[in-house]
Nanobody, 127 residues
């Protein structure tokens, strides 16, 4: 599986940005996927996840109501629409894919449950 994140950039606080993740190399529609981010000096953290069929989504409390995860299986793409961005959300944003669905919501939050990762795209939010 290959994942390619794009769409990062510089945005002012309160602004919006849309990230994309292109995938290839396996049966796309069977993989739950997620977005994670890592700020300098911090651990990688969960941002959002989506079921393989897109029927359910999960968000970290810090982004709920401001970020929207979606996917287009026909195009092998996943997206993250971000709005009302804050300076503390400056980070490298990664897309990731799991190899199976999970029984619990909590499992979608764990970086260790995603064996496939993209290279990341930098998002910088200026104050």
């Amino acid at each position: 599986v290959q994942l390619q994140a794009s769409g990062g950039g510089l945005v002012q606080a309160g602004g919006s940005l849309s990230l994309s993740c292109a995938t290839s190399g396996r049966t796309w529609g069977s993989a739950p996927m997620g977005w994670f981010r890592q700020a300098p000096g911090k651990e990688r953290e969960f941002v959002a996840a989506i079921w393989s069929n897109g029927a359910r989504t999960y968000y970290s409390n810090s982004v709920k109501g401001r970020f929207t995860i979606s996917r287009d299986n026909a195009k092998s793409m996943m997206y993250l629409q971000m709005s009302s961005l804050k300076p503390e959300e400056t980070a490298v944003y990664y897309c990731a894919a799991a190899s199976r669905s999970f029984a619990s919501e909590r499992a979608y939050y764990a970086t260790g449950n995603y064996p496939y990762w993209g290279q990341g795209t930098q998002v910088t939010v200026s104050s």
